[in-house]
């Protein structure tokens, strides 16, 4: 009597087994390699119909985003059109064929942009740089910016009185999680200490205040926000020349999702017409000295 | 039927139920439609392998981090526990202090002491603070686990019978003579068990230093997984965790087991 149950729950698993065998290769289908035949507003893939929803993440920090705070963002507002990152998402928009009140943001915290499965955005706007082997995961649409790294450091300390790339070497670094900052400080830099990397912006910010790290590395236009907002007494000693191709921001859209043609084709009008360069011009500060 | 024969068979239908179940499971697993990007994703070889010698380095922070705080951990929370099992009113406001610093460090997320500590102290600016941010997470992680393991130690202190400190009195031993030699190395060796419980949980809260900037394994992890938009570095970091605990929760078992042997063998 006591093999029954052995063998009942042996042909169970096997009946379980067979089933689920029988509901296989339904292979997965994310693949559409052509683009859309037409960028009409009315046969674009969105998620949601009618509307053109564009991730961020929270807080929306100037100059990629301005306005008054407004919940739930922190620091900016996304809606407001200000900043650079949400002018180039309206002027798109508009291009796509949206009315400015038929574009929605959600908070998309930066880890969460890239996970695998269905994207709840069309296209996730976030200073994200084009890498190769981001490219796998993502679909990346065409530069909006070109990037420059540049150097952030307390007025009044030793580095700051650096004039060089050779000089800066033995000092302490640090930069924000999930940035080319990093790489660059490793690849380029490459000072004596090991690099510090923090989660947020905040939390960057606040060791170079307490003078955990000496210098913070980030993208010039951010640069000049922290300085001019965040640490008062900062300064950006300069900014670090291109190495190799230049890095630049893209947004991010599910992999295989046909949106990313018509993204390009209105990003190339938008260049083409010279507004690129007028929204850099009004939002982004443009220079600094280049350190060497 | 022979015992022998019974234990041959039950060994058999262990065998064959454990390859059915892990058959099944892994055949319903691989046949979910998300699976090719699940795979992709947080299995992928060439991830794991590209990134596991820079997390393996990263991760000996860690092992630095757990060394050095669960030394002052387990001073410091016996002091607390032996604090606060003093009676008599005159050091009830030692107890006091105990019960607070215990209640709060219990309370308070270990992330924030590591924020609050980690970026709040060196923002004083005093010239006597130190302001690498390894120590800090260091002194917080010690901060809460002391509050965690001094309640271990209580448990154990008040587990041995009172008769053990009330025999130890009546030889003419003192409090202290009494607590020292007979109660706490009783309460000690029995709370073992959960002591290196704490302290493989102590390894894992070691990630939480890396909020504030120290690379250590997870923020490594973390560094590969952004700049790749890939989640395997994660799994990299898990696989580093696990292989560490897992000799650890073995070592725990035995030595519990040779304890148990001993203490039966003297009943004899």
Redesign the interface.
């Given at each position: 009597m006591r093999r029954a149950p052995?063998i009942f729950?042996?042909a169970l698993?096997?009946l379980?087994?067979a089933g689920?065998?029988g509901?296989?290769?339904?292979?997965?289908d994310?693949t559409s390699t052509a683009a859309a035949a037409s960028c009409d507003k009315g046969s674009l893939n969105l998620v949601n119909a009618g509307q053109l929803t564009v991730g961020t993440d929270n807080p929306a920090f100037p100059p990629w985003f301005g306005g008054a705070e407004k919940a739930p963002w922190k620091v900016s507002n996304p809606y407001s059109g200000q900043g650079y990152e949400s002018a180039v998402a309206y002027a798109v928009a508009t291009k796509l064929g949206f009315a400015k009140s038929e574009v929605k943001w959600i908070v998309v915290p930066?880890?969460t942009s890239?996970?695998?499965?269905a994207k709840k955005f069309d296209f996730d706007i976030n200073q994200i740089s084009y890498?190769p082997?981001?490219a796998?995961?993502?679909d990346f649409s065409d530069s909006y910016y070109n990037v420059n790294q540049s150097l952030v450091v307390v007025k009044g300390t030793p580095i700051a009185s650096a004039t060089s790339i050779a000089a800066v070497k033995p000092y302490k670094f640090?930069a924000q999680?999930?940035t080319t900052s990093?790489?660059y400080i490793i690849n380029n830099i490459k000072p004596s200490k090991?690099?510090?990397?923090?989660?947020t912006n905040d939390?960057?910010v606040?060791?170079l205040?307490?003078?955990?790290?000496d210098g913070l590395v980030v993208d010039l236009p951010t640069a000049f926000y922290i300085t001019a907002v965040q640490v008062p007494k900062g300064k950006i000693l300069g900014q670090f020349p291109t190495v190799g191709t230049p890095e630049h921001f893209g947004m991010i859209f599910e992999k295989g999702n046909s949106l990313v043609g018509c993204v390009n084709d209105a990003l190339t009008k938008l260049r083409t017409d010279g507004t690129l360069e007028s929204l850099q011009a009004k939002w982004l500060q443009a220079d600094a000295p280049v350190l060497k | 039927m022979t015992s022998a024969g019974e234990g041959r068979r039950g060994v058999t239908v262990a065998l064959l139920s454990t390859v059915v179940f892990f058959t099944v499971l892994a055949v319903a697993i691989t046949h979910a439609p998300g699976w090719p990007e699940v795979k992709r994703t947080f299995f992928n070889w060439n991830q794991f392998r590209d990134s596991m010698p820079e997390i393996s380095r990263a991760f000996l922070l860690n092992v630095k981090i757990f060394m050095i705080a669960e030394a002052f951990i387990l001073v410091l929370a016996l002091v607390l526990a032996v604090v606060r099992s003093l009676s008599g009113p005159v050091f009830f406001p030692m107890r006091a202090l105990g019960i607070a610093y215990a209640d709060f460090f219990r309370g308070v997320p270990t992330i924030l002491v590591i924020a609050l500590l980690g970026f709040g102290a060196p923002a004083l600016q005093l010239s006597w603070v130190p302001l690498s941010t390894t120590f800090w997470g260091i002194v917080a992680l010690i901060l809460v686990y002391t509050a965690y393991v001094s309640e271990v130690y209580r448990a154990g202190i008040e587990s041995v019978h009172p008769s053990q400190d009330a025999a130890a009195r009546s030889l003419g031993l003192t409090h202290w003579q009494s607590l020292r030699k007979v109660v706490l190395p009783q309460a000690v060796r029995r709370v073992i068990p959960p002591l290196l419980n704490d302290f493989i949980g102590l390894q894992k809260d070691t990630a939480l230093v890396g909020f504030l900037g120290s690379v250590e394994a997870f923020k490594q992890s973390q560094i590969d997984a952004a700049a790749t938009f890939n989640y395997t570095p994660f799994v990299a970091a898990a696989v580093l965790f696990v292989a560490l605990t897992i000799p650890l929760a073995r070592f725990t078992d035995w030595l519990v087991l040779r304890d148990r042997r001993r203490r039966q063998a003297t009943g004899t």
């Open positions: 052995a729950l042996f698993l096997s379980l087994a689920c065998g509901s296989s290769n339904k292979a997965s994310t930066f880890n890239f996970a695998p499965g890498k082997a981001r796998t995961a993502v640090g999680l999930g990093y790489d090991k690099p510090a990397v923090f989660d939390a960057a606040a060791a205040k307490n003078k955990q790290i | -």
